[in-house]
């Protein structure tokens, strides 16, 4: 399972310009599920997401968490972190989970983060979306369990 977690002011998710997922401070996470990963797995990178200190304190130090800021999380699912581009010039996505697996773990993980008291918001899984987003640092980070 892998995550890139964007530090943001906000972000937002639409499809067909209707606005699905709003969220003010905090992360968006996007989440690509991997054959053969697990509840664990999606527990494991739920509780990393929801206590890794990657917001400032007063001393301007990675100090904070979301759960420590208070804010939101919008995860979206993304297939497309599976790539793997090492032949040829067109992505393989082999490694990716089934559709319906991989969205019962999305949905697994926004359970855990919401559980974990991150407000959790989602895309539409399977939808064509667009996502915008305010960075704020930027603060980027990968994340792999």
């Keep these: ?28 996470i996007l989440l690509g ?7 664990e797995q999606a527990n494991e990178l739920a509780q990393k997401c929801a206590n890794l200190r990657i917001f400032e304190d007063s001393n301007g130090k990675f100090n904070l968490s979301i759960l420590d800021i208070k804010g939101e999380a919008l995860t979206v699912s993304q297939f497309t972190l599976l790539a793997d ?7 393989s996505f082999t490694d990716a989970e089934a559709p319906q697996r991989a969205k019962e773990l ?28 305010d960075n704020n640092g930027p603060v980027t980070i990968i994340l792999e369990v």
Excluded: H, W, Y
Excluded at 33 to 39: I, N
Excluded at 106 to 126: A, D, M, Q, R, Y
């Design 85 to 91: 581009v090492s032949r040829g010039r067109r992505p």
């Design 33 to 39: 599920v991997k054959s053969g990963d697990t509840e």
């Design 1 to 28: 399972m892998k995550a890139i977690l964007q530090r943001v002011k906000s972000a937002r998710v639409t499809v067909m310009d209707r606005l699905i997922s709003e969220i003010g401070q905090g992360l968006l």
């Design 106 to 133: 999305c949905e697994f993980f926004i359970t855990k983060l919401n559980e974990f008291g991150v407000p959790t918001k989602s895309g539409i899984f399977g939808e064509r979306m667009i996502v915008s987003l």
